[in-house]
């Protein structure tokens, strides 16, 4: 297989939200009250709603620029590549790096709905998950509803609105949510609290939905040192993963839930197999502490439910067979600094290649494996052949991937408005 | 290679120290202050101190125990097997699981001096970490120099006294001392700050000590979720090695100490592959974050400062060229539950086999990268033969290594004392 000849599905992408996304969707009675996209004196932009301010319109969106200006730092849309927030454009992005599918998370909400968890009145809380699922749906996805797999948000202080969520959406075709690694570094109960969950959990079992926890969320966990350097936001990051697995596969989730499918957004898969091996070996090893997984090991469990997803990870590939070639699934990460752009085709098929796999291999770790877990069909519109890297960047030959400044992006910008 | 022509050097035991440790080595100002092994009521035993009670004298010293028998509960000396505390059954018990050499860390004190760290008073609490030591190195170790490489607490509270302690130790044959693994969860700096812990590094490049980072003392630097089981302790204490190894390497130790040698006591080697290519990545990708390792990565100067030690890591072993042939050290965790006795021979010879080990690469991983780190002649007293599982098992044909429970062993060793 070349690179031109490979499938690519990214099931960790985010959206950059617009400003107008709650426009049409917020009911009458709480219109006055959406968040708002303000712009300081300083030319930066924030969501804000009430009294509170979101760190970052587009944390860390900086595909598009040159190195030298990367960073953490909130900005404007005017600034961004406008695939960041544009859907038309974004597609454009998506063909010519032969992205065929993507499921995005959100930015300024936070991947576990972090932003309205805050507000007090919980009534508009609610309405505004709403609204922006609504948008994720009716507008964004179904912009190209062959390219998008949708992705709701949860009212995450409430595991029965949660739940009541999960089947709205549900039926307006979302695959998947995006839940708290870690409730309880948010301040609710662990998902060892069967009884808070269970309306959560009952809900995404009933409609097939997968429980998304993306890396980032629960870094709270973690006492850094006070000195630490940012870099270790970014490396440790991934160390939360197995925490966050550790409460659903040794608490009673995975054992009560037998179809719960989670996936491990952007987790990486290197620390499965060390983490399985552990788990096995403390399992058969420690029996006095009386846990009890029947007739399998936990790492059996373990893959029946888990989708793992990565960007690169080129080590951990060789010990794909000890992971499970059916659980691993790559990703991209546009617009993120991490994410590969827009030569994703030939850095994934360099490093697959470079880890011995087969075709049949390549095929289910970029595409066939995530496809299956969210029950997407890549194919409903149109055929195989019409899928493809090649095929995709064939559309995408008047798209212009050379980097540019921030200062550049935003006379783009406003010269487009004016 | 069969499993009786191996040789085995085990750089991670501990010894549950014995009721008269203090007796020899206290200064005759303190001697009415050392800690006192007492037993309560209910035949548990702790040890003592002023208002200070250590939780376990022999935290999980469970070998010799059947398995329903298991815990992490406190107990006494009469019912452990004698090899956790006694330094001539420690030997024999050595030889019936085939380990020429081992490094030994402490129990009650705690990995990083835990204990007496929380004493007031200062010059007692140096005058006591000075009488482990010495007991430690002329009584424990000097009893069989030719099978134990001596290890030193710290007096972790003061990094000139600790340097001070290792300069002493250094002198009378010391070749490593037990840190913790992230000295901010005790209240202490992190490893960042290299103002105060400047004495301390400079003490162990200067002597060519190794800097030992056993798990589970930096364990507080998880919030665990409030319901989680014990399990997690056992299973995610490994996952805390590579937030101290980022202290380490991300910060300037590494940089400033170029000598600076660390073993990843007990650590398992799973981690290393998934963070190396995880650093390496973000050094390469997110150059904007500033930080500059010269003319190497990350992964390179990692390898070069590390020795990583594992019990049984199946799936990492297929990755030892990724790690470092170089890096790897098997141990044996005697007498803990994850220890593996008497059978470590066989045990350790599969997995290496298992994992298409040659000759040549079981030899490093089972004495010879650790022998070369910590600068330890495993044949200065004995030729290679001499120094065989083989001819260490054909000196202890008379031990008995049956399964007995804590009530069995109680009634021997009051037996033997009456």
Redesign the interface.
Known sequence: MKPEEMILVSIDDHIVEPADMFDSHVPAKWKDQAPKLLTGSNGVQAWQLENQVAGAIGMNAVVGWP?????FDPTSLAEMRPGAYDVHERVRDMNVNGILGSMNFPSFVGFANNFLNGLENKELALALTQAYNDWHIDEWCAAYPDRFIPLAIPPVWDPKAIADEVRRTARKGVRAITMPE?P??MGH?????MDYWKPFFDAVCDEGVVMCLHIGGGF?????????????L???A??VS??AA??LL??PAFHQYPDLKVAWSEA?I??I???????D??YT?????G?DFGDKLPSEIFKEHSLACYV?????L??RD?IGIDVIAWECDYPH??SIWPNAPEFVHTELVNAGCSDAEIDKITWENSCRFFGWDPFASRSREDATVGALRAQATDVDTSLMSKSEWRARYEAAAS
């Not at 109960?189 to 609290?193: A, E, G, Q, R, T």
């Not at 690169?312 to 951990?316: I, L, Y």
Request: charged content about 25%; glycine content about 8%; hydrophobic content about 30%.
């Open positions: 190195k030298e200006e990367w960073g870690l309880h570094v109960p662990s998902y060892h609290d709270g966990a973690i006492s850094n040192a006070p000195d630490a350097p940012i870099d270790n970014i490396i440790l991934t160390q197995s925490m550790q409460d040794w608490g990486g290197g620390w197999p060390f983490y399985l091996d552990r788990c070996r403390h090893n420690q029996r006095w502490l846990h690169t990870d080129p080590s951990a060789k010990l000890d600094s991490d």
